[in-house]
T-cell receptor, first 115, second 112 residues
């Protein structure tokens, strides 16, 4: 079965610093990969997705992610964090031969931003 | 466009009580989903629907039932609530199987 691991439960960075959130997936073939963000008390919003092609994908709010097949990773990055980026971030995967539509989420990484 | 809406926003139940959570979307999406969110576990799929009149089980379906009588609505029912069902419930919808899922604001349910 597919699974998603986000090794960091909490991360704190200073405003203006760079950010990298880690995501590893377990699946035999190339999955469809997503990053979602959840602001406090809100639902989830899609930041970016990878289906195929260029392994570096750009998303909203200045985020990008890189798919590395050899490492089974899809890490999220941002060059300069803003205080408004404080939120919880979820990596998710759909196996591309899964007829059951199941989007599998990682456990999430809570980002805190220091002024 | 309201997007995806959920009612109620908060609810407290006693063990054994029943309730229904309503999800509505105005984007004409075929696919709709119910998730529960528990600390450290991300979101887990309870049930989903690929169109009006169809439903299917997700990862954690036990203790829940769903109905999709109208394309825009997806109902989640708890027939006999248990404390283990204390959680935040999210509804989502998408145009296609691989399309972006749009999420509602969530319902916080506490079962005493």
């Amino acid at each position: 079965a597919q699974s998603v691991t986000q090794p960091d439960i909490h991360i704190t960075v200073s405003e203006g610093a760079s950010l990298e959130l880690r995501c590893n997936y377990s699946y035999g073939a190339t999955p469809y990969l997503f990053w979602y963000v959840q602001s406090p008390g809100q639902g989830l919003q899609l930041l970016l997705k990878y289906f195929s092609g260029d392994t570096l994908v750009q998303g909203i709010k200045g985020f990008e992610a890189e798919f590395k097949r050899s490492q089974s990773s899809f890490n999220l990055r941002k060059p300069s964090v803003h205080w408004s980026d404080a939120a919880e971030y979820f990596c998710a995967v759909i196996a591309n031969n899964n007829a059951g539509n199941m989007l599998t989420f990682g456990g999430g990484t809570r980002l805190m931003v220091k002024p | 466009n309201a997007g995806v809406t959920q009612t109620p926003k908060f609810r407290v139940l006693k063990t054994g009580q029943s309730m229904t959570l309503l999800c509505a979307q105005d984007m004409n999406h075929e696919y709709m989903y119910w998730y529960r969110q528990d600390p450290g576990m991300g979101l887990r799929l309870i049930h989903y629907s690929v169109g009006e009149g169809t439903t299917a089980k997700g990862e954690v379906p036990d203790g829940y039932n769903v109905s999709r009588l109208k394309k825009q609505n997806f109902l989640l029912g708890l027939e006999s609530a248990a404390p283990s069902q204390t959680s935040v419930y999210f509804c989502a919808s998408s145009y296609s199987r691989l399309g972006e899922q749009f999420f509602g604001p969530g319902t916080r349910l506490t079962v005493l």
